[in-house]
């Protein structure tokens, strides 16, 4: 259920989604990037951002990066 109470604080939803999914949260510069894991994730993250707070994902986050592979 979106939440329509007014403006979400960007901190409630980093905290939402990385609670939902096991991404990261990198900063840079005092702004928060977020890391995923693949490209279907990074479309699950974006459509539960959009669905449960009507905000798009680069509203909250300033990128988004793909993780890289372990070596």
Do not use: H, K
Request: glycine letters at 2%; a negative charge.
């Amino acid at each position: 259920m979106p939440i329509r109470r007014g403006a979400v604080e960007q901190d409630y939803i980093i905290e939402r989604v990385t609670e939902v999914f096991q991404c990261r949260i990198l900063w840079s510069e005092g702004r928060p990037c977020l890391e995923y894991r693949s490209a279907r994730e990074l479309e699950q993250i974006t459509e539960y951002v959009q669905a449960n707070f009507e905000i798009e994902l680069l509203d909250v986050f300033f990128t988004a990066v793909e993780s890289l592979p372990a070596d």
